[in-house]
């Protein structure tokens, strides 16, 4: 509530708070779908990228409609270069589980339950 | 004689008064009197056998360790510095030692001397040693040799024990250990049909003595709160007496009667092991034993354990008590006087002889005569050991032990019969002889004290005279029938021989002591001249200091009632010496009289005294039967009636005990059950959830998110 009043205040911006947000969400709850459903893990890995997006854009809509500087600008960029060196470490893990496992099935790899 | 001129010799040459310290020396001595011969009997009963000549050099050498530290002790406390109520006690010096200690019973055990255990102690050695050569010989070549000076150490042990020990229940503890030290001597013989049988009589009979005496120190104890000898006298004379708690079965008496009460209690466990009447009958029968355990316990020192007693507990004696134990005494020195004279077998006669003598010891305890009475007791260890030794000798020379299978053997064996007769003549009390001094003692004594009381007070010295007469006259009889005459039995008196020298030493020393025991030649000499009047001194009565009575006779008209009784008393015994010896010559030696015609004369008396007065006729048909279904009927009471209560109890019990079973099985493990059922339950639910796919991990994470979400949009 409080943050779609924030987002109605006039200003020299087009479009609403809400409509960033509501994209936002899309991206965060196909993102989501994603992770839980598919059983491929480089899937599962665009699914965190997704979601990693998400966030950016939620990080950028609130700088812009919130009166601040370049804050919410600069973290995007932070989050990106993360998730580029998230994919790295990420793939090479995936590389290890193929190794160890034979497949990339997520639903196969369940030797944290042990 | 040679004991006071050593005496005065060492106090000219400047001995001084009584050393800085010799508590290591009483200490030790006291200590090593009683556990060295148990380390000898320890070691012959594990080892005996194995051991050549079956350890006997062991025993003989362990008593004669006792025997020198003994004479040392004698010589250090009566020679040297001999006063006469000299006494050392190791408690005095700190050193006692804790026995039982629970709560306000406290007890403590520890050495003490005087002049009467010393004495006491010297002469059980001495007599000891000379025993114990002797079996040496008497049990020569005999199967169980080893276990014989086993049970001989042990005896020893018990004996000396008895004698150094301080207070009343340590010595009560060893009084049961030589029980069972005469028990075991008596049956040692195990395999014959007698031995087993008298060795049980004994045990039994000293039984009901004990019981007694065991009451008469637990009264003692509850009245003084302890049982150390010289606290009990102190305590009494100062008149302290426990009060009983109202409702305790003797609440009622008054101090004199419980005194007096307990004193003849305490008596009573004297007149089992001393062999007074009535309980006297073991002591015939303990003859069954071998002659040198004869010798040893049943004549010179267990039987004498019981005077011993007497004389240690004196001062507690209130007057009463005292003339109980005199009319007991006389009874018995009468009565085992009369069986005497009717006995055949050699060694009946002595120990009749020896349960008279020891009634003479009681009497004159009785009556005053303390210093007489335990002076009787050290002469009679010796001259008594010494007949039965002889008595031994002669049963070893001709396998008999009737005297109408014997005569003549004076010819045969001259040391035996020599010794023989030097014993005897000490045991009539023939002048010079160490016996004449103290059972003179007991006469005149007993003599002063019918002068000094009324008409009934006679009746000691009237039994005392005639004994006198009866034991010259048994012993004559014993002598002329054994040694002299012609041999009644050819065959047997060709093969009697005279005994070997390790028999015949110990009865020369013996024999020596019977001569000069008395410690002088003088036929007629004052008391003061006497060592054992020097050393031994009547100790003063507590019971009448406590009690606050009138002394009675007063000590001047004691004293003179003494002097005045001194020469007739002299007189009487030797009449009735002289009676006995010319009855005995006229009977059994010069034949004018024939002794079957004088006891058809006493046709009935005679055969009273041949069934020895009826006492075990008595004991066997009334006393035992009754007894006997006295058991029978407690038995059925406890059977039916204490067995029925135990068990309802028991029964009681495990109904009690299923009934909590139950509860346990049910209810206590259904708990620890249902827990046990729960946490597994759950885990198993919870467990699903942990699949190790990160997928499910991350749906309930969302979950957990939303309902996160749900309940902050809720606020």
Known sequence: MNLLAVAAEPGAVSGSLSSYLIVSAILFLLGLATILTRRNVLYVLMGTELILNAANLNFVAFTRFGGYELDGQMMALVVVMLAAAEAAVAL?????????????????TDSLRD | MS????????????????????????????????????????????????????????AQTAIVTCAVGALTMFWKVLVQHGTPGWSWSSAAVGQAWDWIALGGFHLSVGIYWDNLSVIMATMVTVVS?????????YMHGDRDY???????????????????????????????????????LIGFFYDQEDPPKASLKAFMVNRVGDVLFLLGIIICWRTFGTLRYSEIFATLSAGHFTELPVG????????????????????????????????????PDAMAGPTPVSALIHAATMVAAGVFMVGRMYPYFTPEALNFIAVVGAITALVGATMGLVMWDIKKVLAYSTMSQLGYMMLGLGVGGYVAGLFHLITHAFFKSCLFLGSGSVIHAVHSQDIRDMGGLKRKMPVTYWTFLIATLALAGVPCFA???????????????????????????????????????????????TFHGKPADQHRFDHAHESPPVMALPLVVLATVAL??????????????????????????????????????????????????????????????????????????????????????????????????????????????????L?????????????????????????????????????????????????RTLSAVLRLTQTGNVRDYLTLTLIGVLILAMYLAAE
């Open chain 1, 92 to 108: 090479a893990i995936v590389l290890r589980i193929f190794h160890d496992f034979g497949s990339i099935d997520m639903t196969r």
């Open chain 2, 631 to 679: 058991n029978r009927a407690l038995a059925w009471f406890d059977r039916n009636v204490i067995d029925g209560i135990v068990n309802l109890v028991g029964l009681l019990a495990r109904s009690i005990a299923f009934v909590a079973g139950l509860f346990d099985k049910y209810v206590i493990d259904g708990l620890v059950n249902f827990w046990r059922w729960f946490v």
């Open chain 2, 146 to 184: 080893p276990r014989f000076f086993a049970y001989l150490s042990y005896f020893c042990f018990a004996m000396l024990g008895l004698v150094v020990v301080d207070n009343l229940l340590m010595l009560f503890v060893f009084w049961e250990l030589v029980g069972v030290g005469s028990y075991l």
């Open chain 2, 516 to 629: 000069f025991g008395g410690g002088t030649l003088n036929p007629l000499p004052h008391n003061e001249e006497l060592w054992f009047n020097r050393l031994v001194e009547q100790p003063a009565s507590a019971a009448i200091a406590g009690l606050g009575l009138e002394v009675h006779p007063t000590a001047e008209h004691w004293e003179h009632a003494m002097h005045a009784a001194h020469y007739p008393a002299l007189g009487v015994s030797f009449i009735a010496i002289l009676l006995g010896f010319l009855l005995a010559r006229r009977m059994y030696l010069t034949k004018a009289t024939d002794p079957a015609a004088v006891s058809a004369r006493f046709g009935p008396m005679h055969e009273i005294i041949s069934h020895k007065y009826y006492f075990d006729d008595l004991y066997n048909g009334v006393l035992i039967p009754g007894l006997q279904r």
């Open chain 2, 3 to 58: 004991i006071l001129a050593l005496q005065h010799a060492v106090a000219g040459a400047g001995a001084g008064p009584v050393p800085v310290d010799e508590t290591g020396a009483f200490l030790s001595i006291g200590l090593g009197l009683f556990l060295v011969p148990l380390l000898s009997a320890v070691t012959l009963i594990f080892f005996g056998r194995k051991l050549p000549r079956g350890g006997d050099w062991i």
């Open chain 2, 248 to 283: 305790h079965a003797f609440a009622g008496l008054s101090h004199h009667a419980l005194l007096t009460l307990s004193g003849i209690l305490i008596f009573c466990g004297a007149i089992s092991k001393s062999a007074q009447v009535p309980l006297h009958t073991w002591l």
């Open chain 2, 435 to 481: 016996g004449y001094y103290s059972k003179d003692q007991i006469v005149a004594t007993s003599l002063a004290w019918g002068m000094s009381h009324d008409a009934a007070h006679w009746m000691p010295f009237v039994f005392a005279a005639v004994g006198a007469f009866m034991t010259t006259f048994y012993m004559f009889r014993l002598v002329f029938l």
């Open chain 2, 129 to 137: 040693s000379c025993i114990f050569f002797f079996s040496a010989g």
